[in-house]
């Protein structure tokens, strides 16, 4: 549906890193792809949050897509609150209590049964690796190895599940930034939300105090969320360290550039002791 919509005289509420939320008025959001890169991924995520209001998930309900100016955007529910990250921030002494919710929250997510028509996360493990400009020849068939032994699975898969991206409204979570769910093993969000609070890249604005902080507390967060989410929905060590490590080579495409550095010496390592052992390592003890 082409609507002319004249976004210059829509309140900005933010700007991220695909695209512009726009206040729409009467409880809405806008959300507007920066990128023509990124009208494809806009569509697939109006066709996820479609999947997700269908089956009752935690997610903001989505309401229509529309052109401006042959440009594709989602008119989707303003979710106004805090963030599970915000929260740990304000009062870092209630951090267990946050993991514990985190994890169940998280276990709620991946017990649900993706669409097909959802991104098979295999396929898009593959793409990223063999994209990324980071990893060697050599690396990357050392990681495509290990990728096509992995389970295919079936779960939905969030793609980007952190505090930050969990938002509470009155009580009741939200989670928001659907644009990377795949279909696919379980273990392997679980791996990527390990790394996510694990190596926690500093972005631009942030003060060293500040991000010696984030990385204190994120590394105390996927220490606890791992305990906990393996104990509610148990497995293998061997299968989340390959996932680790092939969620640390995904990173190093589109990932922060404060990260892809740290990430391709952790896959370096990886390889190199993989080599010497000729055997599989538990890759996430080295990250």
């Not at 309140?11 to 206040?23: E, F, K, T, V």
Request: glycine share 6%; with cysteine; net charge positive.
């Amino acid at each position: 549906m082409t609507q002319k919509i004249e976004l210059d005289k829509l309140p900005l509420l933010a700007r991220g890193g695909q695209a512009d939320i726009y206040d729409y008025g009467d409880g809405k959001v806008l959300r507007v792809p920066r990128r023509e890169m990124d009208f494809a991924r806009i569509r697939y995520e109006y066709d996820v949050y479609v999947f997700l209001n269908g089956v009752g998930a935690a997610a903001p309900r989505v309401y229509n897509l529309v052109m401006i100016d042959k440009v594709p955007a989602i008119i989707m529910q303003k979710i106004s609150g805090v963030s599970m990250m915000e929260m740990v921030k304000k009062n870092p002494l209630d951090i267990r209590r946050k993991v514990v919710e985190l994890a169940r929250l998280h276990q709620q997510v991946l017990r649900r049964t993706a669409a097909e028509t959802i991104t098979k996360e295999k396929d898009k493990a593959a793409y990223c690796i063999n994209a990324s400009e980071y990893l060697t020849a050599p690396i990357k068939r050392f990681l495509l190895g290990i990728l096509a032994d992995l389970p295919d699975g079936d779960n939905l898969c969030h793609g980007d599940f952190h505090p930050g991206n969990i938002i509470s409204v009155n009580g009741t979570y939200y989670l928001i930034d659907w644009s990377a769910a795949s279909r696919g093993d379980f273990v392997a969000d679980i791996a990527h939300t390990y790394i996510l609070m694990k190596v926690v890249p500093r972005v631009p604005g942030i003060s060293r105090f500040m991000h010696a902080l984030q990385r204190f507390l994120g590394n105390f967060m996927a220490k606890k969320y791992l305990e906990h989410i393996r104990r509610i929905s148990p497995f293998s060590y061997e299968i989340f360290s390959k996932w680790v490590l092939i969620k640390a080579a995904q990173r190093t495409y589109y990932g922060l550039p404060s990260e892809k550095k740290r990430l391709t010496l952790f896959i370096d390592r990886c390889f190199r002791a993989a080599g010497a052992h000729k055997k599989t390592e538990s890759y996430f003890k080295l990250i």
